[in-house]
T-cell receptor, first 116, second 117 residues
Framework: DTAVSQTPKYLVTQMGNDKSIKCEQN?????MYWYKQDSKKFLKIMFS???????INETVPNRFSPKSPDKAHLNLHINSLELGDSAVYFC???????????????FGDGTRLSIL | AQKITQTQPGMFVQEKEAVTLDCTYD???????LFWYKQPSSGEMIFLIY??????QNATEGRYSLNFQKARKSANLVISASQLGDSAMYFC??????????????FGSGTQLTVLP
């Protein structure tokens, strides 16, 4: 199936630990993203990668680091996890053929991170 | 200031009726795109419909249509003939040309739609 897949779906861990979430897309898209959805369902961009270049980085703590080994993967590493990191993290991808940004972003199913 | 505003935290509609979910946006960019996504209780984000700022006609996609009123900066989603499976959270989102190659989406706070049998 063509899709954006992220693993794991659920991640329960203790404060202070380091964890990673993997994301892969087989849609041939040139840009990948990480979004955070908080407990109030609000979605906010964290990072995006275009052709292996980090092009945006919102006010995200430097404990979060995206790693893109190739165009099809954008993994999210989180160091020294804190209680406030509990959220659902979504990976997404898109392809902008025309430069007008009219292509939708395709989302993975999300990773629910719970910090104990 | 909020870039995307969804004023209805929750909406109820009777099965088979039509429902309109409101979305207003704020941008000074001449070129932008508006998107609607559906998030059912299972959690995935499903793309529904897109409207470009230069599109002359309102977008339609099956039972979904977008009531685009550019002067009022509104992009309301209309769902016709509601089905029980339409019960979900609906998000309006915008991509501005000023985001450059970032192409990020800015989301509204969402509207929880419940379809009643």
């Amino acid at each position: 199936d063509t899709a954006v897949s992220q693993t794991p779906k659920y991640l329960v861990t203790q404060m202070g630990n380091d964890k990673s979430i993997k994301c892969e897309q087989n849609l041939g898209h040139d840009t990948m993203y990480w979004y955070k959805q908080d407990s109030k369902k609000f979605l906010k961009i964290m990072f995006s990668y275009n052709n292996k270049e980090l092009i945006i980085n919102e006010t995200v703590p430097n404990r979060f680091s995206p790693k893109s080994p190739d165009k099809a993967h954008l993994n999210l590493h989180i160091n020294s996890l804190e209680l406030g990191d509990s959220a659902v993290y979504f990976c997404a991808s898109s392809q902008d053929h025309s430069g007008h940004g009219n292509q939708p972003q395709h989302f993975g199913d999300g990773t629910r991170l719970s910090i104990l | 200031a909020q870039k995307i505003t969804q004023t209805q935290p929750g909406m109820f509609v009777q099965e088979k009726e039509a429902v309109t979910l409101d979305c207003t946006y704020d941008t000074s960019d001449p070129s932008y795109g508006l998107f609607w996504y559906k998030q059912p209780s299972s959690g995935e984000m499903i793309f529904l419909i897109y409207q470009g700022s230069y599109d002359q006609q309102n977008a339609t996609e099956g039972r979904y249509s977008l009531n685009f009123q550019k002067a009022r900066k509104s992009a309301n989603l209309v769902i016709s003939a509601s089905q029980l499976g339409d019960s979900a959270m609906y998000f309006c989102a915008m991509r501005e040309s000023s985001s450059g190659s970032a192409r990020q989406l800015t989301f509204g706070s969402g509207t929880q739609l419940t379809v009643l049998p």
